[in-house]
């Protein structure tokens, strides 16, 4: 995947699992780099269930635990879902990177150019929490 124009394979980033009798039903990579976490990926196979919210609090207190000034993450400007989803756990837009999806699918042409709900896939979001540790 690629976030601010850099590539991450998320098998080799850390991480949290959710699983249910051996079912990985939730996934959460992120990236300490510094002062500041990223989390570079967070699916929930069982949506509605907490599982995202858990994964969530877990990368908030592991980033804490790691003297991390910031949790980050990017996300997609037709990712209305994640944008609530986030904004309602304490996490607020910090900027907007305008045409950086347009941008990630010249190196990754299999990038749609529609998203979710038909929207174009254009711009990457930027949101963060800061953890005054
Ligand atoms: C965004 C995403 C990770 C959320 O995961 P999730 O497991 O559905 O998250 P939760 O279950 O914790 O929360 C989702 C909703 O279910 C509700 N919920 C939580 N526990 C619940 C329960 N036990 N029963 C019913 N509803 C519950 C939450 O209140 C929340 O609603 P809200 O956002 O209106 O407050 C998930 O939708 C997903 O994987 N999306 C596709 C991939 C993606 O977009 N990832 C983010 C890209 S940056």
């Known amino acids: 995947m690629i976030s601010r124009g ?3 394979r998320p098998e080799h980033l ?3 699992v959710v699983e249910d009798a051996g079912d990985w039903i939730g996934l959460l990579t992120f990236l300490i780099a510094g002062d500041e976490c ?3 990926s967070l699916d929930s196979l069982r949506e509605g269930q907490g599982i995202g919210s858990h994964l969530i609090g877990k990368t908030i207190e592991e980033a804490r635990a790691r003297k991390c000034r910031r949790l980050f993450l990017i996300t997609t400007n037709d990712n209305l879902n ?3 989803f986030y904004q309602k756990r304490g996490f607020e837009i910090v900027a907007v990177h305008r045409g950086a999806v347009n941008e990630s699918r010249k190196q990754k042409p299999s990038i749609p150019l529609l998203g979710y709900h038909d929207i ?3 711009d990457e979001i930027e949101l963060e929490i800061l953890l005054n540790v």
Do not use: D, Q
């Open 14 to 16: 850390e991480g949290f």
């Open 120 to 122: 174009p896939l254009r």
């Open 38 to 40: 990223e989390v570079t």
């Open 82 to 84: 994640a944008l609530g």
């Open 6 to 8: 850099k590539i991450h």
